[in-house]
């Protein structure tokens, strides 16, 4: 059972970036003018808004810091702000450019080249300065920008819905990504996970908050800083009762509207973000193998970058929970509803006017019976299914279930580059083990047009699993220096899931995928039928972690390796190319046994284990 430290820190690694402040909409009377003639250059007009006069943020004992979630946001008006961010391999760098739309007309402007380093945002976007009551200037920082960040309309006649993406991608892997701010929307400019916590005493502050020259140069946006007032307290777990509220030492100072804060329960229920309170039971029931109860921390970002939904382990992140949205913070305290109540008080999800990011995606659901007529493969568009370089490699031992043991755990992610997305619906005969799997293919309009047998699905009963796999989805293999198979991994049925956005800018990419967490896409032990889609852009990763599915290493010589992640091994899914499938990373295995080590070397340009 984890500490309350211990619980603090895994609060904070899934701090979000996607939290939404649907009532940006109130301080929309405060968009500054536009930018002098002289100044004013092609696109939207953004502008840097604050959409509250003071914020109140804790520091934890047991974990001390502070998150700058100042409340500040980038609005865009007279059209979006949209960039385009690609490589073309590995090899080459990250690139990017604004996508200008006037009606019918495009016009790409390209960003200087190195400013955009990798798929996280703009960095050293927004500068932050803080001053203490009395006067003195205690922090001075720099932010990074993902412009899909924490999305809210800023007037009531903006679009409805926003078309870009709801947050950065951080797989190492990633391809190409689509940032947007929608016309009459705004993004906030807090980093999220890529942002650290600073040291800040308790006590009152005003934080400066401006965007960087080279972006006001850049895009156009008028100099004009936002001051927030920043109240600072300071909380611990002794005496809060299982964090349910503030302890006596701390509440004084704190004011009352402070407890409905992201941090709020921290731990208890009401640490469950209210946002994902409904829907995390389902995922957190355990989906191991994409996240087992002893799985080793993540050596990246808390996030996926595939969505606000609870990709519970499935990947190489924790599961990343997106926080009450300041709107409904705000209503509930204004209607005197504190604390845990408090949470409970704010009704989250989407509805007309808001898309606060709380929600989870819904499943997509399966044809009511199983297809009938003679089986075809047409000529239409088909998946095209590749795998990406393994990455999260580490060296773990056996756990109590097999001590003495040394294993390489990696991640490893199998993505569908399109032009049609990956659909195999399963269908079980009464009282039948197996469900028999069909794919599915379809015409320009989206019609069904043909299906063929590809296999079955299993039902997994391993607590933490607990759902149907797609047996032959893809095979992972340690070759050794002469890339000849040693050692296979015993994982090869999956629950498919679009856990992570590796290239959105491919043709027919789905920037909204349906199915990006397990609970809305493996199913019930009793269930008669399932649908399993990869949408066109994402990825599913999966961690191999637990012994039987990461490599067993012990008795393997020191030297060079190879992991493999081979998608499609058998060929049994019909794609448009079976020459990409296959993905090898070099690793090289040192040490000794009980204490191996591993050592990554950069992938081309790719730095990350």
Sequence with gaps: MMTRSQQGRTNRLTRPSIAIAAAVAVTAGVVAAAPDA??????????????????????????????????????????????????????????????????????????????????????????????????????????????????????????????????????????????????????????????????????????????????????????????????????????????????????????????????????????????????????????????????????????????????????????????????????????????????????????????????????????????????????????????????GITVSDGYEDVPGKDYLAFSANVWNAGPAKLVVDGFRSPGKELMDAYQYFYDADGKQVGYTPTGTMEWDPRPGHEHWHFTDFASYRLLKADQKETVRSGKEAFCLANTDAVDYTVKNANWHPDNTDLSTACGQENSISVREVLDVGSGDTYTQDLPGQSFDITDLPNGTYYIQVLANPENRLKETNHDNNSALRKVVLGGKKGARTVKVPAHHLVDAN
Excluded at 164 to 172: A, E, I, K
């Design 38 to 391: 002289k100044t004013a250059q092609p696109g939207p007009k953004l502008s840097l808004i604050a959409a509250s006069a003071s914020v109140t943020l804790d520091s934890w004992k047991e974990d001390p810091g502070v998150y700058l979630d100042l409340g500040t946001y980038l609005t865009s008006e007279n059209g979006a702000f949209e960039l385009k961010v690609t490589r073309k391999s590995y090899k080459d760098p990250v690139v990017a450019a604004q996508i200008i739309r006037d009606g019918k007309k495009t016009q790409t402007k390209a960003l200087p080249a190195g400013l955009v380093k990798d798929f996280s945002g703009l960095p050293d976007f927004a500068q932050i300065s803080v001053i203490d009551a009395a006067g003195k200037s205690v922090l001075e920082k720099t932010e990074a920008f993902c412009p899909n960040n924490a999305s809210g309309r800023v007037r009531p006649d903006a679009p409805a819905n926003s078309k870009y993406p709801q947050s950065c991608p951080v797989n190492p892997f990633t391809l190409g990504s689509v940032w947007g701010v929608e016309n009459g929307w705004a993004a906030n400019t807090y980093a999220g996970y890529y942002s650290d916590a600073v040291q800040l005493p308790a006590g009152t502050y005003t934080a400066k908050i401006s965007v960087t020259k080279k972006y006001r140069d850049l895009f156009g946006i008028e100099d004009k800083p936002q001051s927030v007032k920043v109240t600072v307290r300071e909380r611990s777990w002794e005496g809060e009762g299982g964090g349910e509220g503030v302890s006596a030492s701390s509440e004084s100072s704190a004011g009352a509207s402070s407890k409905t804060d992201a941090h709020a329960g921290h731990g208890s229920a009401a640490s469950e973000h209210a946002g994902h309170a409904a829907a995390a039971p389902a995922a957190a029931s355990g989906h191991a193998g994409h996240g087992a109860p002893a799985r080793t921390d993540a050596p990246a970002a808390a996030t996926t970058g595939a969505g606000s939904t609870f990709n519970v382990g499935h990947g190489p992140y924790p599961p990343a929970p997106p926080a009450l949205p300041w709107a409904l913070k705000k209503q509930a305290t204004e209607k005197g509803a504190l604390g845990r109540q408090g949470f409970s008080a704010a009704a989250v999800g989407d509805r007309t006017g808001q898309t606060d990011g709380s929600r989870q995606a819904p499943g997509v659901q399966p044809n009511a019976k199983r297809p009938a007529g003679k089986a075809t493969v047409p000529d239409v568009p088909k998946p095209d299914l590749r795998s990406l370089p393994a990455y």
